[in-house]
């Protein structure tokens, strides 16, 4: 079956650390670019960043840039999302997204594949 999966989700703590991984299986993610999107309860799923083939990231939003880091490793065929300082706002059910091709699409591009995204809630 192809698909995209996260994993890494969970509860966390304010001011907190964590890794969500995404990894694909029935194709090779490395050839992808790959995404994260968030959605906050009663609010639309919102794009974070995007990493290219070749490791470039690109930013759907300034509003994690200095707490979210995007990364992949193409030989584990991983993409992670680490996130640092975490804020109860920052709960939301997180989603990894996958086009074939060189470079981040935009936002509400054609994406190929969707994960069933993984909860995190950040509170004490």
């Not at 799923?45 to 707490?67: F, K, L, P, V």
């Not at 996958?98 to 470079?103: R, T, V």
């Amino acid at each position: 079956q192809l698909q995209v999966v996260e994993s890494g989700g969970g509860l966390v703590q304010p001011g907190g650390s964590m890794r969500l991984t995404c990894t694909s299986s029935g194709f090779n993610l490395g050839f992808y670019a790959v995404a994260w999107f968030r959605q906050v309860p009663g609010k639309e799923r919102a794009g974070i960043q995007c990493i290219e083939r070749r490791h470039n990231a690109r930013y759907y939003t300034d509003a994690h840039r200095e707490r979210f880091t995007i990364s992949r490793d193409n030989a584990a065929n991983e993409v992670y999302l680490l996130m640092l300082r975490l804020k109860p706002e920052d709960t939301a059910n997180y989603y990894c997204a996958a086009m074939a091709g060189e470079n981040c699409p935009t936002e509400d591009g054609n994406w190929e594949y969707w994960g069933q995204g993984a909860q995190v809630t950040v509170s004490a």
